[in-house]
């Protein structure tokens, strides 16, 4: 007998899914109700067609150039899409699903033996005033996207606001300001991507969106739009400040779709999203559900959460085939890995933040290190700032955050699969990663952050972060801020205060007697490498408050170029 | 008391010793005797300086801009370094190196309590006639570089021989060719970097370098050279041609510089390199030995390896200071990760290659995966292939192999992070990597890789690699190449044979009519996907002689585009 396979959505899992169990049985009869008019895009790709960097049609097309469309899924997959469809009611007794005709109105059941719930998220709605103004637009839908392009076409919006500053909201906020446009960025925490940098990291990032142009407001709550006279918007409202637009995007971030599921009785989890098994069956064993929809085991923590991406969904996607066709696959669960491109700038985190562990209970240490993603003297080099927060007990590897412009994905990736797999500092700074100059110094920087980290962890040295060490100044601290870097480096980027004292690292040994012996003391460079090695030599001459600036000048919170 | 810590070897390895020491140990009296006049210079660099991409005094400058000669290394880090100083043997009863001034003759008793062998590699000479002639050269000093530069700046070299095709033969092949020099390359393997690559992903490179215009040929040994009235070279003699040159480079391999070590009875291992423990402790306790002329241990086989990597030589000097400071520290072994950039192309390998697994008497399961760098709709992006070979019976990892214009090496890294850490083929599809279009498709390459691997193992599909099938054809076995590309990809790209039936993907399923089941199929497409997926759809469908074209037509043995 053939299986009915019936999978509601057909954006991202649905499609995956349907393409997994075709090729593992050939008899299964497949069918997709996707609610809307677009199936199989690549949505991911849509900050980068308002950029206009990819044409619509590439994000709805095969790698070959064959348009994934209702006629390529039935001739090159033998499943059946049907679009303008939405699921409204499951009958689980029955196997059976409910569904309207959008363009008809009609009703019509649809029988299953296995069901697979690929609803997706849904944007997060502000409950403010405004909301239905002309010219404001979610950023979730082609469609949306579609309606922000016209917009833009039109000449007559020059500036934008858009509200979040999570991911999207950044991409979407570098790919207007791209054009031209003058972006006000709002954010309700104190922080541009506040659910996946620590305040370090995103502070660097938010400075250089500022020297693109971009006016990044956090720490205030949007209150209402206000619009004019013919309905469109004008103007944002916010807890501090009024900031006139003439477009609005709502980039609030988004909510499991669990409408279906909920109504079904289906378990949902804590988070809100769907449960499933590592099977990714929901508490129905013939209903599946994957994707946005759903929440995921955090392999660090152990806890379920809701951390909807594409990697993961196209994972289960390749899960629930397996297991709808009979072979058991199980699917382990995420590191919340995510990155991004904005602002010339990669970005990425996995695993836990440093906020997030500590809330956690963690005993946590961190270490920066920035440095160039390939040999220091290689022309085609680039920053990169690694991040890497560990737990210090059991010196197990927690989180990782990287920033630059140059490959700092390489080194999160690696960082990932050593956290997936319960490396140890230990572990993970002898990892034989490739080295030629192009690619990476001999110590890769992420080996390198790694023995920062132990380094701390061993007793070695004491670091202060540049906003800890920023903060003593400003306290009045009496201090001495021991600036190890020659001449010329030190005339382009300066910290002006009177408890500075210039000693080029080659000249330490020699002046050891002009450093105070009373005071604490912090050594500091460009990225951190020489005030280590300073710290230590002050320890074996004899000081005892001494501590280096992690990460150097270059985490520095403020502005100090010259 | 203070330790006298004495180190034979002042290139890379002993003053990365010499500085963690100084940094765990502030009393210490270290010594770095080496025997050149030229000390930590970054000679990784030596090929991209060649090419002119980067000024010798980069390569011994540290990324602040100090230069690191003997000052450097006694003011900053109070080591002495003594150069022209060759240490001809140990006493090691009395603890003590006897070494010469090479410039005065004068020999001087070092003694020590802790003594490193940091002695590194010679370049392997090849024992043919010809090799004391004018403008033959090896590739391994700074000084063989400069001269090489030298005599290229006379501007009477035209044409430059390579002999040796390994890892330092391509750099420098890239950066002659780059200089409009007309450039052969010979190896005795039938392969480029024979101890790199399977043939497979080496055939690729060797098109690659055919188009950059180098005259690559393999397979022959070279006999010897011949030069001219003046005592020039102007022939390189091999077991096949005869070629006119003016410039001989030899880089045939290095092999390690143990003769201090066998001198004073060290014990060396099976590879000839110095026998090290753990804790890089030779089998005199108070004498370390790290870098180029130790053994290592296989993080796959268990097998003592020489594989002479600054990465490893780096990590070593680390793990050397430890011990000597009194800490505890091992250095775990290598997977021989190796990297390179050589006409345009990210190389790399991990773990062992397919014939060195096989000649281990692993029973080797291997796929092959040419995709994007990026979302195949990115416009930034490149062409990347990743092959990962695994153990059939237990699905583990054990190694893999990267090449292409795109971002090769984070695959590369990847792989090797889960190669260390023993991952299988499940645990390594479902890792929780980094995606946004920028970087990856949501399923990236690395996992992709791995899930073909799992298809081919799990039985779902029968793969016949390109090669194979070449050789099929080549036998005129009666079987119907089944090219399922569209035809504006097969009008560019095609084999010119009979036996090609071209059916598009999307017309498969209608026209499985014309495909005659009593033959063998191979199924074919430009990157093997959609001929994985018609092997699917043709088993499904009663056809049971089915294999598809693994890589697809990017894999294939030799040119077919038109």
Partial sequence: MKTRV?????????????????????HAEITILEKGDMISYGSCGLPYHLAGLVPMKELTTT???????????R????????????????????????????????????????????????????????????????FHHPHDVARVIQA??????????????????????????????????????????????????????????????????????????????GGMVRRV?????????????IAAGVRPNVHLAREAGLALGTTGAIAVDACLRTSDPAIFAGG??????????????????????????????????GR??????????????????????????TVEAEALGYQVVTAVVPATDTSHYFPMRSRVIVKVIAEACSRRLLGAQVLGAGDAIKRLDVLATALAMGCTLDQLANLDLAYAPPFASAMDIALHATNTLRNKLDGLVQGVT?????????????????????????AGRRIEDQRVLAIPSNQLRARLMEIPQDKEIITLCELGLRGYEAARTLLGAGFTRVAFLEGGLEMWPETIDH
């Fill in 152 to 229: 833009i076409r039109t000449k007559e919006i020059k500036r934008v606001a858009v509200i979040g500053a999570g991911l999207i909201g950044l991409e979407v906020a570098d790919a207007l300001a791209g054009q031209r446009l003058k972006v006000t960025l709002l954010e309700l925490q104190p922080q541009v991507l506040p659910r996946l940098l620590d305040p370090d990291l995103a502070n660097l990032l938010q400075r250089q969106m500022g020297q693109r142009g971009v006016d990044v407001r956090t720490g205030q709550q949007v209150l209402g739009l206000e619009g004019d006279a």
């Fill in 328 to 353: 058991d696959s199980r699917f382990p669960g995420v590191l919340g890995t995510t990155a991004l491109q904005a602002f010339d700038l990669n970005i990425g985190r996995t695993g836990l933040s």
């Fill in 237 to 249: 409202l916010t807890t501090i400040d009024t900031i006139d637009t003439d477009m609005v995007i």
């Fill in 6 to 26: 019936l999978i509601i959505g057909g954006v991202a899992t649905g499609p995956k899914t349907a393409a997994r169990v075709r090729r593992l049985d050939p």
């Fill in 292 to 325: 946005d929809c759903v929440e995921n085991l955090h392999l660090v923590t152990g806890h379920q959460v809701y951390l909807p991406l594409a990697s993961t969904a196209n994972k289960h996607g390749r899960v629930m085939g397996d297991n709808i066709a």
């Fill in 466 to 490: 540049p906003a800890e060490a920023k903060a003593k100044l400003d306290r009045g601290e009496d201090l001495v801020l021991l600036d190890l870097r020659q001449p010329g480096e030190i």
């Fill in 75 to 138: 001739q090159e997959k033998n499943v059946a899409v049907i679009t303008g469809v939405l699921a409204e009611g499951i009958d689980r007794n029955r196997q059976e699903v409910i569904a309207t005709h959008l363009g008809t109105g009609k009703r019509q059941v649809w029988p299953y033996d296995r069901l697979v719930l690929a609803t997706g998220s849904v944007p997060i709605e502000l409950s403010i005033p405004g909301t239905d103004l002309q010219r404001v637009f979610s």
């Fill in 63 to 73: 790698a070959a150039g064959l348009v994934r469309d209702i006629d390529f899924f």
